[in-house]
């Protein structure tokens, strides 16, 4: 039985066929599904082949919101504003902040404005209250010490945990910052969308 998914909705864009797709399996890849789309779910058609005729049904996919977070000129280097973001659910406590240093994934003139989910990876410790403007780091958590590299896509410094903190995607227009999505899993969640 092979699935392939194409959007209809919004914009109708069309996708690669089957025969350019080396794997022939999906047709679009999570992060083009990411980007796609403002909307907080699009509609697809998921192709099921079952022998000779193949059926064809609606179905529901969820997508990150775009939403506004900040003004870039409202910045103060090193003070962190906080968000909710992908929801307003378990583990959507974020934080944005200017620090002044060029980080990975970071936006703005000097590539300095980063966002990241504020719960620990290791047992979901809550990091809010502890970043660092001298070491540009979020730690240490107040259950087993771990401490995030913020500069550096928020790669573990030190600690119990064993995954980089999931860093909120950023988008510029104008002077007005925007949170698009999130690269890592959320703790405490199977699926981001799914809080
Ligand atoms: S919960 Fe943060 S180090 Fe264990």
Do not use: W
Not at 52 to 67: L, S
Not at 108 to 126: E, L, R
């Amino acid at each position: 039985m092979t699935n392939q998914v194409q959007i209809l909705e919004p914009g109708a864009r069309k996708l690669p066929s089957k025969k350019d797709h080396p794997a022939g399996k999906c047709l679009i890849s999570r992060r083009k599904m990411l980007f796609s789309s403002g909307m907080a779910t699009a509609t697809v058609m998921v192709s099921v082949n079952a022998g000779p005729a193949a059926a064809k049904m609606p179905a529901m996919v969820a997508t990150y919101p775009r939403k506004k977070i900040a003004k870039l000129g409202e910045l103060k280097t090193d003070v962190p504003i906080g968000f909710e973001y992908p929801d307003d659910g378990a583990f959507a406590s974020s934080m944005l902040v200017k620090m002044g240093t060029e980080a990975g994934g970071g936006i703005g003139p000097q590539k300095d404005v980063v966002a990241f989910n504020y719960f620990c990876t290791h047992q979901g410790g809550d990091l809010s209250g502890t970043y660092k403007g001298d070491t540009k780091s979020l730690g240490a958590c107040p259950l087993h010490l771990s401490t995030y590299d913020l500069t550096r896509h928020g790669i573990l410094i030190s600690g119990q945990a064993y995954q980089s903190l999931p860093q909120v995607l950023l988008e510029l227009d104008g002077d007005d910052i925007y949170a698009v999505g999130v690269f890592g899993l959320i703790f405490g969640r199977y699926d981001n969308l799914q809080g």
